[in-house]
Nanobody
Framework: QVQLMESGGGLVQPGGSLRLSCEAS????????MAWYRQGPGNERELVAS???????GYADSVQGRFAISRDNAKNTVYLQMTSLKPEDTGVYYC???????????????WGQGTQVTVSS
C-alpha cells in the first residue's frame, strides 16, 4: 500500500509560478516512475510530466519549456515546478507513482487525491 500526499496548489495570476510536491509513503520497495497528470474543466485526465528512477524525464508538448519535474529518491518525493503559467493550465493536478510494494515486491500504481491549480487574473 502506497499513500501519496500532494501539496502546493493554489491560485496564481497568468505568468506566475507554483511548485507542487508529492511524497510517497508506505511499504515501498522501489519506485519506477513518478508523474503528474492534470484534469482541466471538461477535459480528460492527461499526462503532464514524468520522471523515471534513472532521472529521464518526459513532458507534454503544452508544458515543454515551462514546467520542470524532479524527484528526491531519498525522500520518495516528486516535484513539479511550474512557470509562465497560463489560464489553460488550470485544473486538478494528480500525482501518480508506479513502483513495487511490500515484501513480495508487487508492481502497483497509486494516485494522489489531487490538488487544485487555478491560473486567473
Amino acid at each position: 500500500q502506497v499513500q501519496l500526499m500532494e501539496s502546493g496548489g493554489g491560485l496564481v495570476q497568468p505568468g506566475g509560478s507554483l511548485r507542487l510536491s508529492c511524497e510517497a509513503s508506505g511499504s515501498i520497495f522501489s519506485i519506477n516512475v513518478m508523474a503528474w497528470y492534470r484534469q482541466g474543466p471538461g477535459n480528460e485526465r492527461e499526462l503532464v510530466a514524468s520522471i523515471r528512477s534513472g532521472g529521464s524525464t518526459g513532458y507534454a508538448d503544452s508544458v515543454q519549456g515551462r514546467f520542470a519535474i524532479s524527484r528526491d529518491n531519498a525522500k520518495n518525493t516528486v516535484y513539479l515546478q511550474m512557470t509562465s503559467l497560463k489560464p489553460e493550465d488550470t485544473g486538478v493536478y494528480y500525482c501518480n507513482v508506479v513502483g513495487r510494494v511490500g515484501s513480495s515486491g508487487i508492481l502497483t500504481e497509486s494516485w494522489g487525491q489531487g490538488t487544485q491549480v487555478t491560473v486567473s487574473s
